[in-house]
Antibody
Framework: VQLVESGGGLVRPGGSLRLSCAAS????????MHWVRQAPGKGLESVSS????????YHADSLKFRFTVSRDNAKNSLYLQINSLRAEDTALYYC????????????????WGQGTMVTVSS | VIWVTQSPALLSASTGDRVTISCRMS??????LAWYQQKPGKAPELLIS???TLESGVPSRFSGGGSGTDFSLTISDLQSEDFATYYC?????????FGQGTKVEIK
């Protein structure tokens, strides 16, 4: 059971990035997935969530006009599109699996990736 | 939004000590509360869900308690590998919110 994030990097303010999370070792299409970020030296912040079939999505209020979560169950992959990047978006972005099959927002995160770093700087 | 207040921010302790970390929610979350451990340079790991249910493989010296708005994580007989940062999280409703974290350091 594994999650591997990719797509991070150094981006100028105003730029865009698409983060990816590749899942393996479990039936990806049965689980809701989440993005959590952690700014350097700071705590955890839940960013976006998506239900197992992609029908339901949630974005933090302060981010919802710039962040878009999506998934491709045929490719066992989760994505996060981030537009109009700002310095305050600089963080390590983790993808995480919700523990219970079929649950959406109603359980803890039992599997985490190693994270992909996004740095926004001119 | 359910606000989470976690305390203390820093806890200095010695191996063998018993320590307790608290989380208070701004609203009732019943038992929809998880605890995570994070070591430097690593992803968080789930320790406890449902406020008190230990994940498989988590040592029994970890225990969680509480319901409603007040929760606690207790580590009895602190071991060297337990020095880390701990976070609580409510998953009762969106946005799913985390506490600010408690760093457990060696005294």
């Amino acid at each position: 059971v594994q999650l591997v994030e990719s797509g991070g990097g150094l981006v100028r303010p105003g730029g865009s990035l698409r983060l990816s999370c590749a899942a393996s070792g479990f039936t990806f299409s049965s689980y809701s997935m989440h993005w959590v970020r952690q700014a350097p030296g700071k705590g955890l912040e839940s960013v976006s969530s998506i239900s197992s079939d992609g029908t339901y999505m949630y974005h933090a209020d302060s981010l919802k006009f710039r962040f878009t979560v999506s998934r491709d169950n045929a490719k066992n992959s989760l994505y996060l599109q981030i537009n109009s990047l700002r310095a305050e978006d600089t963080a390590l972005y983790y993808c995480a699996r919700e523990k219970r099959r079929g649950s959406y927002g109603g359980d803890a995160f039992d599997i985490w990736g190693q994270g992909t770093m996004v740095t926004v700087s001119s | 939004v359910i606000w989470v207040t976690q305390s203390p921010a820093l806890l200095s302790a010695s191996t063998g000590d018993r320590v307790t970390i608290s989380c208070r929610m701004s609203q009732d979350v019943t038992n929809y509360l998880a605890w995570y451990q994070q070591k430097p340079g690593k992803a968080p790991e789930l320790l406890i869900s449902g406020a008190s249910t230990l994940e498989s493989g988590v040592p029994s010296r970890f225990s969680g308690g509480g319901s409603g708005t007040d929760f606690s994580l207790t580590i009895s007989d602190l071991q060297s590998e337990d020095f880390a940062t701990y976070y609580c999280q409510q998953y009762y409703t969106f946005p799913l919110t985390f506490g600010q974290g408690t760093k457990v350091e060696i005294k």
